[in-house]
């Protein structure tokens, strides 16, 4: 499979701690996006890095790649009760519009 | 600017029949993109279209089949459904290939019975 893996795969914190996950792939890529999926609905993209970038902030969210070890991590500061959700990376080794997701991360927020 | 519009939300469907889904991607955008969500097999790649072009195929069998129309939007469609095609089918549109975006709908929710 040319899946990536999210680890962990359960992550539980108390609001206002910070999260970090972490997002491993097969293949080289052009760029990495990270998306939160709330309870079987539609993924909300959160952030985008290119392939020749390291890192990335987003208002709480912080993203680092290391495309030597082929692995990303996504960092949510300050986290809220609201963050509560699955997140998935997603690569795209091709040059079109098809990506390769990872397994996902459930994240609880413990108000 | 509206998002990425799916319909049905919902859709009940007995085995061996077809469904057709559609989604209307961001005004602008180009690109469509399909994917099967399910507990087992996680995301999986369904195809991808650019401007009315199948540019990139998933591995799965021929019953799951696609098209886009010259205003981008797009319609997939299983034949023969299964029992195990029951998943949630999520679109996604980009203003075009290569390094951009992808912003997906809320998915088509099916069940085979």
């Known amino acids: 499979s040319q899946q990536g893996e999210e680890d962990p795969q359960a992550l539980s914190i108390q609001e206002g701690e910070n999260a970090t996950m972490n997002c491993s792939y097969k293949t080289s890529i052009n760029n990495l996006q990270w998306y939160r999926q709330n309870s079987g609905r539609g993924l909300v993209h959160l952030i985008l890095i290119r392939s020749n970038e390291r890192e990335k902030h987003s208002g709480r969210l912080r993203v680092t790649l290391d495309t030597s070890k082929k692995s990303s991590s996504l960092l949510i500061t300050a986290s809220r009760a609201a963050d509560t959700a699955s997140y998935f990376c997603?690569?795209?080794?091709?040059?079109?519009?098809?990506?390769?997701f990872g397994t996902g991360t459930s994240l609880t927020v413990i108000p | 600017k509206a998002g990425v519009t799916q319909t049905p939300r919902y859709l009940i469907k007995t085995r061996g029949q077809q469904v057709t889904l559609s989604c209307s991607p961001i005004?602008?955008?180009?690109?469509v993109s399909w994917y099967q969500q399910t507990p087992g097999q996680g995301l999986q790649f369904l195809f991808e279209y650019f401007s009315e072009t199948q540019r990139n195929k998933g591995n799965f069998p021929g019953r799951f089949s696609g098209r886009q129309f010259s205003n981008s939007r797009s319609e997939m469609n299983v034949s023969t459904l299964e029992l195990g095609d029951s998943a949630l089918y999520l679109c996604a549109s980009s203003r075009m290939t290569g390094v951009t975006e992808a912003f997906f709908g809320q998915g088509t929710r099916l069940t085979v019975v």
């Open positions: 997603a690569t795209d080794p091709n040059t079109g519009n098809q990506f390769y």
């Open positions: 005004s602008g955008h180009r690109s």
